[in-house]
């Protein structure tokens, strides 16, 4: 870090200025809850994956693995979504419809591998990771995306249309399509991150 000019006040980290690209692309990010119906191909996803690949992972197990889900795929995961919601009629057509908002869902998959010494929770943080880093590079080409979930998330249903296995939970989906041209976002809420760090 190096510091603003002017008095900077060790305790506001706004005075500091991290160096270099990454900060600013991490704070260019925002959430694109209305996508066009571009989307990006498998090609042109997979060297954001490989570079996401590189998430720390303990004992490297890759516990984590990505499913694309496009066209009437997303249909089907509609219907699978209002199986166990209760919900009919009108309350259920607006259910199945959310995940035709944007052309392509990558469905984050954890995928707890046998270990000793990994727990299943540190495995689930490498797979969030990824899915972080991956929402970060797909913002940073050009891409609209936004990180969705829900309380169908680990229905059955929902592990059925995507054919889990026993070991495998979901993370939820990223929702990936076109920046529109316009768009609105919300200011960001400040947090005061010195409320957030402590020192033993
Ligand atoms: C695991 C996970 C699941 C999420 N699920 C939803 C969701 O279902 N609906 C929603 O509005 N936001 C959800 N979010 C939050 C959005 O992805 C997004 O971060 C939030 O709207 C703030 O916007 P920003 O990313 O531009 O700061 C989720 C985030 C994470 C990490």
Known sequence: MTLAA?????SRPADY???????????RRRSYPRVTTDAPSTAELLPLLDAAATVADHAALRP??????????RERLGTAFVEES?????????LAAKPLRAPLLLAIVAVHKPSFKVHD??????AAG???LLTLLLDDAGWGVMWRSGGHTRSEAVRRVHRLAENEVLLGWLYVGGKPETTKA???QTFD????????
């Open 6 to 10: 002017g008095s900077p006040d060790p």
């Open 17 to 27: 200025l991290p160096i270099g690209p990454l900060p600013a692309a991490i704070r």
């Open 121 to 126: 929770w540190e495995q689930d943080a490498a």
């Open 186 to 188: 919300d200011a960001r």
């Open 193 to 200: 991150v010195t409320s957030a760090i402590s020192t033993l």
């Open 86 to 94: 209760g919900l009919s009629d009108e309350g259920a057509a607006r």
């Open 64 to 73: 984590w693995r990505v499913i694309e889900l496009r066209a009437d795929a």
């Open 130 to 132: 990824v899915a972080h």
